[in-house]
């Protein structure tokens, strides 16, 4: 795993670019919240807005604490802009959607 690799170098977050369906997307934030505990690494995720070869991807772009709990995420339904702030160990999020 990308992960594991980057944590090994002392790496404090991860930031994957990711395409998930809307049926692949639930598993994959359950799957970066247990990523984010097992290596004590803060996780932003970008996932894909729309439909892409005739898929349509799950949105929900979102970000971890290193505990793994989920700070804040966007919907499925409209992009957006996922802004976090993290000071003293303690994370803020705000969603931005985009007109």
Do not use: Q
């Not at 934030?29 to 690494?41: L, Q, T």
């Not at 949105?59 to 971890?64: L, P």
């Not at 957006?80 to 999020?93: D, F, Q």
């Amino acid at each position: 795993l990308h992960l594991a690799a980057a944590a090994k170098k002392g790496c404090t977050i991860y930031m994957p670019s990711i395409f998930f369906s809307t049926t692949g997307i639930l598993g994959a934030h359950e799957s970066m919240s247990n990523y984010a505990i097992k290596y004590s690494m803060n996780i932003l995720l970008s996932n894909y807005f729309g439909e892409l070869w005739k898929t349509r991807a799950g949105g929900r772009s979102a970000f971890w604490s290193a505990t793994g709990n989920l700070i804040s995420e966007l919907d499925e339904i409209n992009s957006g802009l996922l802004i976090v702030h993290g000071e003293k160990g303690t994370w803020t999020g705000s969603p931005i959607k985009c007109e």
